[in-house]
């Protein structure tokens, strides 16, 4: 789709292009209000200053200086270029609508509440509270303790985008333990019909770790399982060149 563009600035840097110090570049604009209000606009820079407007309302290049409108001219009688510019317009008109649904969607996000080291802290237990992959970007995620709403020694990252529409935060609460007490972890999102709660479980983490340590194991088991399987094929195949008179 953009070979012809690129050629096209290509050209434009060739035909401008004297000192060492310009700079040239090109603009490719999907713009929309809604499905039927569409407008596909490439526009080509020299320097800053626009030479060259490709506008699908009108149907064709604009120029903006006198050598300009030539160029412009001369572009507007390629049937190959304009073919190709009602493409480009025709593909901006179809990604619209999956820009639009994912515009109106939500996409709940997947928490994790676990403990990490809290260095340098006063005290000696860190929660972190992580939602990961969310949208849209508003989302709040609150602390409490033993039912109580959690307000000192809470701080949070900012929604973090993840640069693809999608968004994560992290909110940490540094915290005492102490035995009985019931630390959770609300979530409010528009994805969601209600705020979610998530409760601390220190036995949970222990097992967790336990899976963990017990799954590394039993990999590596496979692992030498496999080369032992690769090592005992080898040297089989190697009897069968064996003449067996
Ligand atoms: C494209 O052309 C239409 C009709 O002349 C005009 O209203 C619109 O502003 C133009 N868009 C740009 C980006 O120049």
């Given at each position: 789709?953009?070979?012809?563009?690129?050629?096209?600035?290509?050209?434009?840097?060739l035909?401008?292009?004297?000192?060492?110090?310009?700079?040239?570049?090109g603009?490719?604009?999907?713009?929309?209000?809604?499905?039927?209000?569409?407008?596909?606009?490439?526009?080509?820079?020299?320097?800053?200053?626009?030479?060259?407007?490709?506008?699908?309302?009108?149907?064709?290049?604009?120029?903006?200086?006198?050598?300009?409108i030539?160029?412009?001219?001369?572009?507007?009688k390629s049937?190959?270029?304009m073919?190709?510019?009602?493409?480009?317009?025709?593909?901006?008109?179809?990604h619209?609508?999956?820009?639009?649904?994912?515009?109106?969607k939500?996409?709940e996000p997947s928490?994790r509440?676990?403990?990490?080291?809290?260095?340098?802290?006063?005290?000696p237990?860190m929660?972190?509270?992580?939602?990961?992959?969310?949208?849209?970007?508003?989302?709040?995620?609150?602390?409490l303790?033993n039912?109580?709403?959690?307000?000192?020694?809470?701080?949070?990252?900012?929604?973090?985008?993840?640069?693809?529409?999608?968004?994560?935060?992290?909110s940490?609460l540094?915290?005492?333990?102490?035995?009985?007490?019931?630390?959770t972890c609300?979530?409010?999102?528009?994805?969601?019909?209600?705020?979610?709660?998530?409760?601390?479980?220190?036995?949970?983490?222990?097992?967790?770790?336990?899976?963990?340590?017990?799954?590394?194991?039993?990999?590596?088991?496979?692992?030498?399982?496999?080369?032992?399987?690769?090592?005992?094929?080898?040297?089989?195949?190697?009897?069968?060149?064996?003449?067996?008179?």
């Open positions: 789709m953009r070979v012809y563009s690129l050629f096209l600035l290509l050209f434009l840097l035909l401008c292009s004297r000192a060492d110090a310009f700079f040239g570049h603009l490719v604009r999907c713009q929309f209000t809604s499905l039927e209000d569409v407008v596909y606009v490439e526009q080509y820079y020299f320097s800053k200053f626009l030479l060259i407007q490709y506008n699908s309302t009108l149907g064709k290049f604009t120029g903006y200086t006198e050598r300009a030539d160029i412009a001219d001369g572009l507007n049937p190959d270029l073919r190709q510019e009602k493409k480009n317009e025709k593909k901006c008109k179809s619209i609508q999956s820009v639009l649904d994912l515009l109106s939500s996409v928490v509440l676990r403990s990490v080291d809290a260095a340098g802290s006063k005290h237990g929660l972190v509270c992580s939602a990961y992959n969310f949208y849209p970007k508003q989302i709040r995620v609150t602390w303790r039912g109580n709403n959690v307000t000192s020694d809470v701080t949070s990252t900012e929604e973090l985008p993840n640069g693809n529409w999608l968004y994560q935060i992290h940490y540094e915290f005492t333990p102490r035995p009985g007490e019931k630390i609300i979530v409010e999102h528009a994805s969601l019909t209600g705020p979610k709660l998530y409760e601390w479980d220190p036995a949970n983490e222990s097992q967790r770790n336990k899976i963990a340590v017990g799954t590394a194991g039993l990999l590596l088991g496979l692992v030498f399982l496999v080369i032992g399987l690769i090592y005992y094929k080898k040297n089989n195949a190697g009897q069968v060149l064996v003449p067996t008179s």
